[in-house]
Antibody, heavy 122, light 107 residues
Framework: QVQLQESGPGLVKPSETLSLTCTVS????????WSWIRQPPGKGLEWIGY???????NYNPSLKSRVTISVDTSKNQFSLKLSSVTAADTAVYYC????????????????WGQGTLVTVSS | DIQMTQSPSSLSASVGDRVTITCRAS??????LNWYQQKPGKAPKLLIY???SLQSGVPSRFSGSGSGTDFTLTISSLQPEDFATYYC?????????FGQGTKLEIK
């Protein structure tokens, strides 16, 4: 059974960089897309971006200038960095696996981490 | 960007009821539409992918239909564990986007 687990600081100061890591267990990171998705308290879901196991990335244009997603296949991990954070970036951050469809798009999120709340505050 | 709009935003129903939730895309997305269930404090769970395919392990009382711009999620006979928030999500464009959610509450 594939499991994902987010880790990282729960509190980040304004203007600093949010850094999270997702560790994948029970399966290989290869041949799948790996996304970050966030959910502000009491609100809906926002897709942040994905990385393919080969290292290619795609980001939400609304966050693209501040986001970097990287992968470490040797550790079965992928990571999120979001720079210049503000209070608007306070959210539960989820990592999720994207199962490729027949077009090789990885937008079916079939496994999710439990989520981690990141609060931006001084 | 593709906008996803769900209706209703909230819904009250009773155990045993048949419930339908609607999702509309701002442009045609063929059948690249997924449905998720989210319970409080938990991650979303994939229920339906490709508009009508049931994810492994999901009860058969859940079904999805539609193509193009209009889609529905139907729960044939509500069970107590089905009270949750439901989201649609398009995977037609790689700028993935979600609906705003439909909260299903007990009447």
């Amino acid at each position: 059974q594939v499991q994902l687990q987010e880790s990282g600081p729960g509190l980040v100061k304004p203007s600093e960089t949010l850094s999270l890591t997702c560790t994948v267990s029970g399966g290989s990171i290869s041949s799948y897309y790996w996304s970050w998705i966030r959910q502000p308290p009491g609100k809906g879901l926002e897709w942040i971006g994905y990385i393919y196991y080969s290292g290619s990335t795609n980001y939400n244009p609304s966050l693209k200038s501040r986001v970097t997603i990287s992968v470490d296949t040797s550790k079965n991990q992928f990571s999120l960095k979001l720079s210049s954070v503000t209070a608007a970036d306070t959210a539960v951050y989820y990592c999720a696996r994207g199962d490729p469809d027949e077009r090789d798009y990885g937008g079916n999120f079939d496994y999710w981490g439990q989520g981690t709340l990141v609060t931006v505050s001084s | 960007d593709i906008q996803m709009t769900q209706s209703p935003s909230s819904l009250s129903a009773s155990v045993g009821d048949r419930v339908t939730i609607t999702c509309r895309a701002s442009q045609s997305i063929s059948s690249y539409l997924n449905w998720y269930q989210q319970k409080p404090g938990k991650a979303p769970k994939l229920l339906i992918y490709a508009a009508s395919s049931l994810q492994s392990g999901v009860p058969s009382r859940f079904s999805g239909s539609g193509s193009g711009t209009d889609f529905t999620l139907t729960i044939s006979s509500l069970q107590p564990e089905d009270f949750a928030t439901y989201y649609c999500q398009q995977s037609y464009s790689t700028l993935y986007s979600f609906g705003q959610g439909t909260k299903l509450e007990i009447k």
